[in-house]
C-alpha cells in the first residue's frame, strides 16, 4: 500500500521539485473541434479561469478534423511538459476502435481529469410537429429521414445509428459535419429532419424556443429537461449516456505536473461562478484526481469498444 501511494506521488520532494516552475510559459489547450460545439464551449470557460490559477496566459487552439483525431495527435506528440493539454470528448475513447489510422496511439496520451458531461439529446426544429421521440418515429415511419450529428464516431452518431437499427421501417440517413455549429445551421435552415448531440451544442437554441429537445439519454429527466422524455420512457431501455469532457497530455508528462494541473481544473470547477456558467450551458460538474481520471478514461475505452462493435462501425 505504501509503495502504491509512493509511486503515485514520486519520491519525496519530487512533487514540489517538478512542479514549482509550471508553468513556464503559455499553456495551449487545444481543441480537435471547431469553435461552437461541446468540447469548445468548455475548453473556453476553463482556459478563461485556468490563466487566473496557473499565473499564464492560455490559449485555445482549434484543430478539427478526422473525428477529433487530427488534434489529438497534435497534443499528444507536444512536448510532455503540460504546457499543451487537449482538451476533447468521448470521440476520444470511440474513435480507438473506429479508426486504426489515428497518427497516434491512445497510450500517447494519459488522462488529467474529467470535469464536466452533458446529457445527450435528440433534437428538431420547432417547427416540427414532434414533441417526443414516439411522435417522431410514429411520422416517419414508412419514409426517409436525414439525422446531422457533429461527425461521424462521435456519441451522437453511435446512438442514433443505433436507435434507428431497431426502425427497420425508417430509413435513416446520417449526414456528418465537422463539430456542432454547422449541425446547428443545417437544422435551423430545415436542411436536416432531426440532430443529436450534447444539450450543450444547443443550449441557445433551446433556450430561445428555436429548437425542441425530444428525448434525453439519461437513467430519468433531467432537471434542466423536466419535459424531456427519456429513450426508456420512449420505448428504448438502456439508452443511458454520459457525454463527457476531459483534459489530457502526452503520456510522458511528469506525474507531479499532471498532478497540479488536475487540482488547477478541479479548483476551477468548484468556483461557484463557474458552476452556474456550467448550468447555463447544460453542463454538469465532475470531481476527481487524476487516477479516478485515469480509471474513469480506461472504463470508457471498454463500453465505446463494445458499442461500436455491437453496431458494425469498427475499422476492419
Do not use: C
Not at 499564464?56 to 477529433?68: C, E, K
Not at 470535469?115 to 426544429?125: C, Y
Not at 481544473?265 to 458552476?275: C, G, N, S, T
Amino acid at each position: 500500500m505504501i509503495g502504491s501511494v509512493v509511486a503515485l506521488l514520486g519520491a519525496p520532494g519530487s512533487r514540489t521539485a517538478n512542479s514549482q516552475s509550471y508553468p513556464s510559459k503559455a499553456v495551449t489547450i487545444v481543441v480537435p473541434f471547431p469553435a461552437g460545439g461541446f468540447a469548445d464551449s468548455f475548453a473556453r470557460l476553463l482556459g478563461n479561469r485556468l490563466s487566473e490559477r496557473l499565473g499564464w496566459t492560455v490559449v485555445i487552439d482549434n484543430r478539427p478534423g478526422a473525428g477529433g483525431n487530427l488534434g489529438a495527435a497534435a497534443a499528444a506528440k507536444a512536448a510532455a511538459d503540460g504546457h499543451t493539454v487537449l482538451v476533447t470528448t468521448n470521440a476520444l475513447a470511440i474513435n480507438e476502435l473506429l479508426t486504426k489510422d489515428r497518427g497516434f496511439a491512445i497510450d500517447d496520451l494519459k488522462a488529467v481529469a474529467i470535469p464536466a458531461w452533458a446529457p445527450e439529446v435528440l433534437i428538431v426544429n420547432s417547427k416540427h410537429p414532434a414533441r417526443t421521440l414516439a411522435e417522431f418515429i410514429a411520422r416517419a415511419k414508412g419514409r426517409s429521414i436525414s439525422f446531422g450529428t457533429p461527425g461521424r464516431g462521435t456519441v451522437a452518431h453511435i446512438v442514433a445509428t443505433y436507435l434507428f437499427t431497431q426502425l427497420p421501417d425508417i430509413e435513416a440517413v446520417h449526414v456528418p459535419f465537422q463539430g456542432g455549429a454547422p449541425v446547428v445551421s443545417a437544422l435551423m435552415g430545415g436542411h436536416i429532419d432531426l440532430a443529436g448531440g450534447a444539450a450543450v451544442g444547443y443550449a441557445a437554441q433551446l433556450q430561445s424556443g428555436d429548437f425542441r429537445a425530444i428525448a434525453i439519454a439519461t437513467q430519468q429527466r433531467h432537471p434542466q429537461f423536466p419535459d424531456v422524455p427519456t429513450y426508456a420512457e420512449s420505448g428504448f431501455p438502456g439508452f443511458v449516456v454520459m457525454n463527457w469532457v476531459g483534459a489530457f497530455v502526452p503520456a510522458k508528462t511528469a506525474e507531479p505536473i499532471a498532478i497540479r494541473l488536475n487540482e488547477a481544473i478541479d479548483a476551477v470547477i468548484r468556483e461557484p461562478e463557474v458552476q452556474a456558467r456550467l448550468t447555463s450551458l447544460q453542463m454538469e460538474p465532475l470531481y476527481g484526481d487524476r487516477a479516478s481520471a485515469q480509471a474513469f478514461f480506461k472504463d470508457e475505452l471498454a463500453k465505446w469498444a463494445t458499442m461500436v462493435q455491437a453496431i458494425g462501425l469498427a475499422e476492419k
